[in-house]
């Protein structure tokens, strides 16, 4: 008996030790990667995007509805890498910032990034109550994004922010078009992420900034709804892969089957969380590739 228990304990101490080892290793790996890391996390209805920049910063734009987020950026990310640089919220719809009070109880925040409209000093909505009230004691830097913002992530990689322009809730009561939208440009490659802008801010995007001509992957705008995406817009961006972040059999319809027309009759690559799940794109600077697809 007293043999059965030594053997026991050293199996689990061998278990603990190979577990460990192996959280270790994985960290290391993630850390001395030099390729750009893109993840458009299955958080169901929702948006959820992890950048994982070349040299190891990480910023996750939006958080999904609710505590979903933490599963999946648990299963995105290794075991003991419990950091995010920063986080950008796109704009104040609970299904883009409501999982953000609950990933704030695993995980250490450095940086908060949001649009005026998010003013959490007078939030208007019970969602942003509770993410000022999960911030309120955190000592992490709160920023303002609009266009004009650049982050640098190193090696060359440089987040852009397009939109929006100044905000005034008076004169703008959709929330959809004050969307933080993010250009991702490593080397040769790009990422178009557009928050829940529509058509109105997609015509404005392509009359002012040359470089989302020919991106590699666009985030298509408000999970696929037929309020974005439009065919003049696609024709423009031309992109290589476009994602749609959405719930499966969502009460919205997301995606419209408008857009999917419009996608197919461009012959433009496109995936849908609710279909495959989470979405992994990889750049070396010069190629893009999925990760995930089959």
């Known amino acids: 008996m007293v043999n059965n228990k030594k053997n026991y304990l050293k199996l689990v101490v061998l278990g603990l030790?190979?577990?460990?080892?192996?959280?270790?290793?994985?960290?290391?790996?993630?850390?001395?990667?030099?390729?750009?890391?893109?993840?458009?996390?299955?958080?169901?209805?929702?948006?959820?995007?992890?950048?994982?920049?070349?040299?190891?910063?990480?910023?996750?734009?939006?958080?999904?509805?609710?505590?979903?987020?933490?599963?999946t950026l648990g299963s995105n990310l290794a075991y003991l890498n419990r950091t995010i640089d920063l986080a950008i919220v796109s704009h104040s719809d609970t299904d883009h910032l409501g999982g953000l009070p609950s990933l704030l109880l695993g995980y250490r925040l450095s940086g908060l990034m949001i649009n005026d409209e998010l003013n959490l000093t007078s939030a208007r909505s019970s969602a942003l109550l509770a993410l000022?009230?999960?911030?309120?004691?955190?000592?992490?830097?709160?920023?303002?994004?609009?266009?004009?913002?650049?982050?640098?992530?190193?090696?060359?990689?440089?987040?852009d922010i397009l939109a929006p322009t100044h905000f005034s809730l008076a004169d703008n009561d959709?929330?959809?078009?004050?969307?933080?939208?993010?250009?991702?440009?490593?080397?040769?490659?790009?990422?178009?992420?557009?928050?829940?802008?529509?058509?109105?801010?997609?015509?404005?995007?392509?009359?002012?900034?040359?470089?989302?001509?020919?991106?590699?992957?666009?985030?298509?705008?408000?999970h696929g709804s037929k309020t974005s995406s439009s065919d003049?817009?696609?024709?423009?961006?031309?992109?290589?892969?476009?994602?749609?972040?959405?719930?499966?059999?969502?009460?919205?319809?997301?995606?419209?089957?408008?857009?999917?027309?419009?996608?197919?009759?461009?012959?433009?690559?496109?995936?849908n969380t609710s279909e495959v799940g989470t979405i992994v794109f990889t750049s070396d600077g010069e190629v893009v590739t999925c990760e995930t697809c089959n």
């Open 174 to 222: 959709n929330s959809n078009d004050e969307s933080i939208v993010i250009l991702l440009r490593y080397g040769q490659t790009s990422f178009l992420l557009t928050g829940d802008a529509g058509v109105a801010v997609e015509n404005k995007l392509i009359s002012q900034f040359e470089d989302i001509r020919e991106v590699d992957v666009l985030k298509l705008g408000h």
């Open 232 to 271: 003049l817009f696609l024709q423009t961006v031309k992109p290589k892969w476009a994602i749609i972040s959405a719930g499966a059999d969502n009460r919205y319809g997301h995606p419209h089957q408008e857009v999917i027309t419009r996608l197919e009759n461009l012959k433009i690559n496109f995936l």
């Open 17 to 71: 030790v190979l577990s460990l080892n192996i959280a270790v290793f994985a960290y290391l790996q993630e850390q001395t990667d030099d390729s750009l890391r893109v993840s458009f996390l299955d958080v169901g209805q929702g948006d959820a995007i992890l950048i994982e920049g070349p040299t190891g910063n990480k910023i996750l734009l939006d958080a999904g509805p609710n505590q979903t987020i933490v599963q």
């Open 132 to 159: 000022a009230s999960a911030v309120s004691d955190l000592p992490l830097v709160t920023l303002n994004g609009f266009s004009g913002t650049r982050i640098h992530l190193g090696n060359g990689a440089v987040l």
